[in-house]
């Protein structure tokens, strides 16, 4: 099974731009669709974008033209690069495999998340 660390999460102002990654090992993210998702405090886990064994992208309405999720099989990492981030974005964000093509809702495998703080 695939093991997922992700990394890139800080304090960021308003406005600014981060990129998260999530690195893979165990097992290659190429038989895996991968998504992002974010847990705020006493709110539940809400999917953020995901990317397809075949490279299509969905994201949440919340996020639309604002984050992107990519894929770099070589590297067995994706990323979510964040651009005109919002207060309201401020969670711990979790990166995630699913054993089935995408898109799915369904994940399989779990990071154990990196914290995303936005200041005003």
């Known amino acids: 099974q695939v093991q997922l660390v992700e990394s890139g999460g800080e304090l960021v102002q308003a406005g600014g731009s981060l990129r998260l990654s999530c690195s893979a090992s165990g097992r290659t993210i190429g038989y895996y669709a991968m998504g992002w998702f974010r847990q705020a405090p006493e709110k539940e886990r809400a999917f953020v974008a995901g990317v397809t064994l075949s490279g299509y992208t969905d994201y949440a309405d919340s996020v639309k033209g604002r984050f992107t999720i990519s894929r770099d099989n070589a590297k067995n990492t994706v990323y979510l690069q964040m651009n005109s981030l919002q207060i309201g974005d401020t969670a711990t964000y979790y990166c995630?495999?699913?054993?089935?093509?995408?898109?799915?809702?369904?994940?399989?495998?779990w990071g154990q998340g990196t914290q995303v703080t936005v200041s005003s």
């Open positions: 995630a495999a699913s054993l089935l093509p995408g898109p799915t809702t369904s994940y399989h495998y």
